[in-house]
């Protein structure tokens, strides 16, 4: 029997002080190198920071993709298998630090009927993949992990071109959804705050399902993993080699201060609705320093009904965040059999920081 993903040990929930304002516990008040996230709610782990527009950049796919190539970030929010893939092809200089989040992908639908869905009523699909424009050079076109994993509920081989269209950037799908007036599109798979976004805009999608919700199923009726597998590994963080390999003690004491923080507000938005959240969106609502829709996917009235889940059956973390330590090895080695077959390659235990939890 395999380990389960979601695994580690519970830590005490610490009350995380706005670090604009104020530091408390050690955390750093102000950042010293610079962060570049994903737009969506994938990168509501740096709200906190976000204010920050010296060192913190919430940008386009692409532009989160080709940071990996460059020096100018010292942490990256990126697609987990996708980065660990770039690093060991072409000597990155970067390792994983963190799971960012762990499975939040929902399909939406104009079935009214969610018991209705079928595999022969899956057709006329749209999704997205982080980057998936500079990645079908490789071959990657539609190789983002809930996109393979929605295809391994449904029973489909991972070559099966089932997706009419694919999208680099989550507002451009969430727009086009929107746009499709005259020819609605049946079905779209989009994480939150996306999936709450559109059913609230558009009354003709319903929320479907969970995908994170039926991969557990299946993967417990195949009996995969101890328990089956709760999730799977979407976004994460990722720490430069001048970071990770500093002995400095001013520079450790650094990164250290802002893993706290960060895995303090990881803690709020797993086991808490993101309670603190709320805190830096309504100052930028008040102060105008960024718009939370452009950043995080929605407003910020739209962000705490994702958030709190009352669009969404999962309840308490909708969007899939993850402060627990992850047995990357232990998911690799069961996603890579034939009874998965989600990816192509076991995971090599090189890729993690020292500073990995």
Not at 18 to 37: D, E, M, N, R, Y
Not at 129 to 134: G, N, T, V
Request: hydrophobic content about 35%; charged content about 20%.
């Amino acid at each position: 029997m395999k380990k389960r993903l979601m695994k580690g040990t519970e830590v005490c929930l610490a009350l995380l002080c706005p670090v604009s304002f104020c530091s408390c516990s050690g955390i750093q008040s102000a950042l010293t190198f610079k962060i570049i996230g994903p737009k969506g709610g994938d990168s509501l782990t740096l709200v906190s920071y976000a204010d920050d527009i010296s060192h913190v950049s919430i940008a386009d796919s692409e532009d989160v993709y080709q940071a990996l190539f460059s020096t100018e970030y010292d942490m990256i929010i990126f697609d987990v298998d996708k980065g660990l893939d770039l690093i060991q092809k072409y000597h990155l200089n970067y390792s994983l630090a963190r799971i960012n989040t762990y499975g939040n992908a929902y399909l939406v639908g104009l079935n009214k009927d969610p018991e209705n869905v079928s595999v022969s009523t899956l057709s006329n699909i749209v999704t997205y993949d982080y980057a998936c424009s500079s990645y079908s050079a490789f071959s990657y076109r539609q190789s983002a992990m809930q996109n393979r994993v929605f295809k391994y509920i449904n029973g489909f081989d991972q070559e099966t071109d089932l997706y009419d269209r694919v999208f680099d950037n989550l507002a451009d799908e969430y727009q086009y959804l929107l746009a499709s007036d005259s020819e609605k599109v049946d079905y779209a798979i989009l994480p939150e705050p996306y999936a709450s976004r559109l059913i609230k805009a558009d009354s003709s999608y319903s929320l479907m399902y969970s995908i994170t919700s039926k991969y557990k199923d299946k993967t417990t009726s195949a009996d995969v993993g101890e328990e089956g597998y709760a999730h799977y590994p979407q976004t994460g963080l990722f720490i430069s080699s001048r970071l990770n390999d500093s002995e400095d003690k001013s520079t450790v004491g650094l990164v250290e201060n802002f893993f706290e923080s960060y895995d303090n507000m990881e803690i709020s938005l797993q086991r808490n609705n993101g309670s603190r959240v709320s805190d830096y969106i309504d100052a930028a609502d008040r102060d105008k320093t960024y718009d939370p829709a452009d950043y995080f996917g929605d407003s910020a009235d739209g962000l705490y009904t994702a958030l709190s889940g009352n669009l969404n059956p999962n309840g308490v973390n909708a969007l899939g965040f993850c402060s627990y330590k992850v047995d990357l090895s232990g998911w690799y080695l069961d996603a890579a059999s034939d009874s998965l077959g989600l990816v192509n390659s076991l995971f090599n235990e090189k890729l993690l920081s020292k500073y990995y939890n």
